[in-house]
């Protein structure tokens, strides 16, 4: 039992005296339990942006569009007055919702015509349709029985009669893009890009890690003294390689029968941007902790929570504003929404040009600070010949 003991006490020691097991045992939990609490800290979603389309500008389309934007869980990103270029609004201002008011609306529902609001509903985010779908049937329906009572009342209908009476109008919800809704449409393609993020950073991670560690670097450097030629030697190959895993995804789409085909030639070139900008954090990490342990731990912390704060899922709006600001550093967080507009929503290319730049402005800065740490590593490895 003496010896039992003894030895519990050594495996303790030696995982307290493991600086990075240590950390990631202890901090990792610490960090994501803190992390993803304050991602779903509100709890709910509240402000989703809706489009409303009034075509009657009446004072009855004026309180429905009131009573919506009163809603918390709802706001009004784009009121207009026809329906030209909806789509493309619908996109821009990422909306969860369309709701168009008819042309003639409060007169049919005076005149029991029976009139019908229509809610073009986006399900290529089944979570926020959900919640924005609700909450405006929820607006409606207070505004069909408040209406509806005011007009019985006006016709001295009795009190006891009012609501087995008609309905003033009727509303109809059409679900667009993901039309059944299907859970694999929306968490799939996420899914599968997260994981072609992370294992380009893990890959990558071992790049020059492992010279250093094998003591290669400085052979290596000898034999390509540029850095700039250095950098692409590593990095070709992850190019090359994740070109297949995208041909390999397409093929998973026909295999799945899922149908993505709009757009595609457009979603592999900016595959291959976000391709780019996750080698270079992946080779600038390897750069700057030359173990291979290390930095393929550092790269897996900052890929595993990646996919919950791209806010592909849960919407980046409702997250704070400083968790805002890590989202919008991985690449992951700019690819999504580029790819759900043009595969999921099938919107135009020129939408998705702010994600591009964005994307770009991550690679560039990660090609900059992995040449200068590599320049270095360099000059530190071969040392100029001491002038006599």
Same mark, same amino acid.
């Given at each position: 039992? $003496?010896t039992? %003991?003894?030895?519990?006490?050594?495996e303790? !020691?030696?995982? /307290?005296? &493991?600086?990075v097991?240590r950390?990631?045992?202890? !901090?990792?939990?610490?960090?994501?339990?803190?992390?993803?609490?304050?991602?779903y800290?509100?709890g709910k979603?509240?402000?989703?942006?809706?489009?409303?389309? *009034?075509h009657?500008?009446?004072n009855?389309?004026h309180?429905?569009?009131?009573m919506?934007?009163?809603?918390?869980v709802?706001?009004i990103?784009a009121?207009?007055y026809n329906?030209? *270029?909806?789509n493309?609004?619908?996109?821009?201002k990422?909306?969860?919702?369309?709701?168009?008011?008819?042309?003639?609306?409060?007169k049919?529902v005076l005149t029991?015509?029976?009139p019908?609001?229509?809610?073009?509903?986006?399900?290529? &985010?089944?979570?926020?349709?959900?919640?924005?779908?609700?909450?405006?049937?929820?607006?409606? #329906?207070?505004?069909?029985? !408040?209406?509806?009572l005011?007009?019985?009342r006006?016709?001295g209908?009795?009190?006891?009669?009012?609501m087995?009476?008609?309905?003033?109008?009727?509303t109809?919800?059409i679900?667009?893009?993901?039309?059944?809704?299907?859970y694999?449409y929306?968490?799939?393609? #996420?899914?599968?890009a997260?994981? %072609?993020?992370?294992?380009l950073?893990?890959?990558?991670a071992?790049?020059f890690a492992?010279?250093f560690e094998? +003591?290669?670097?400085k052979?290596?450097?000898?034999?390509?003294?540029?850095t700039?030629k250095?950098? /692409?030697?590593?990095?070709i190959?992850?190019?090359?390689?994740?070109?297949?895993i /995208?041909l390999?995804? /397409?093929g998973?789409t026909?295999w799945?029968?899922i149908?993505?085909?709009?757009n595609l +030639?457009?979603?592999?070139?900016?595959?291959?941007?976000?391709v780019?900008s996750?080698?270079f954090?992946?080779?600038?990490v390897?750069i700057l902790?030359?173990?291979?342990? $290390?930095?393929?731990?550092i %790269?897996?912390?900052i890929?595993?929570?990646?996919?919950?704060?791209?806010?592909?899922?849960?919407?980046?709006?409702?997250?704070?504003?400083?968790?805002?600001y890590i989202?919008?550093?991985i690449?992951?967080?700019?690819?999504?929404?580029?790819?759900?507009?043009?595969?999921?929503e099938?919107g135009?290319? *020129?939408?998705?040009?702010p994600?591009?730049?964005?994307l770009?402005?991550?690679a560039?800065? !990660?090609?900059?600070?992995?040449?200068?740490?590599?320049?270095?590593?360099?000059?530190?490895a071969?040392?100029?010949?001491?002038?006599?």
């Amino acid at each position: 039992m $003496k010896t039992f %003991l003894q030895l519990l006490k050594r495996e303790f !020691g030696l995982f /307290w005296n &493991n600086k990075v097991l240590r950390v990631l045992f202890i !901090g990792a939990p610490l960090m994501y339990g803190l992390l993803l609490g304050y991602v779903y800290s509100k709890g709910k979603v509240t402000d989703l942006p809706i489009v409303v389309v *009034d075509h009657d500008q009446s004072n009855l389309s004026h309180k429905a569009i009131e009573m919506m934007n009163d809603n918390e869980v709802l706001s009004i990103a784009a009121l207009r007055y026809n329906e030209n *270029d909806l789509n493309r609004i619908a996109i821009e201002k990422e909306a969860a919702c369309i709701v168009i008011i008819p042309e003639g609306f409060e007169k049919q529902v005076l005149t029991k015509r029976y009139p019908e609001i229509t809610t073009i509903v986006n399900t290529s &985010n089944v979570l926020t349709a959900n919640y924005a779908s609700t909450a405006i049937q929820v607006c409606l #329906g207070t505004l069909k029985v !408040g209406s509806q009572l005011e007009a019985l009342r006006k016709q001295g209908v009795p009190e006891n009669l009012l609501m087995s009476q008609y309905e003033p109008f009727k509303t109809t919800f059409i679900k667009k893009y993901n039309r059944s809704t299907n859970y694999m449409y929306f968490l799939w393609p #996420g899914i599968l890009a997260t994981v %072609l993020q992370q294992v380009l950073m893990l890959a990558l991670a071992l790049s020059f890690a492992s010279e250093f560690e094998k +003591g290669t670097f400085k052979e290596l450097s000898l034999k390509v003294p540029s850095t700039f030629k250095l950098i /692409w030697i590593k990095i070709i190959p992850y190019l090359i390689m994740s070109f297949g895993i /995208w041909l390999m995804y /397409w093929g998973f789409t026909k295999w799945f029968h899922i149908p993505f085909t709009e757009n595609l +030639g457009m979603l592999t070139l900016i595959a291959g941007i976000f391709v780019l900008s996750v080698c270079f954090i992946g080779i600038l990490v390897s750069i700057l902790i030359p173990n291979q342990l $290390k930095a393929t731990e550092i %790269l897996m912390v900052i890929a595993t929570p990646s996919f919950i704060l791209s806010g592909f899922t849960w919407p980046l709006s409702q997250m704070p504003v400083w968790i805002q600001y890590i989202a919008n550093v991985i690449p992951l967080t700019h690819f999504l929404p580029a790819f759900r507009i043009l595969i999921i929503e099938n919107g135009p290319v *020129d939408l998705t040009y702010p994600y591009i730049f964005n994307l770009l402005l991550i690679a560039v800065i !990660g090609f900059i600070l992995s040449f200068i740490a590599l320049h270095f590593k360099q000059k530190k490895a071969i040392p100029l010949p001491v002038k006599k």
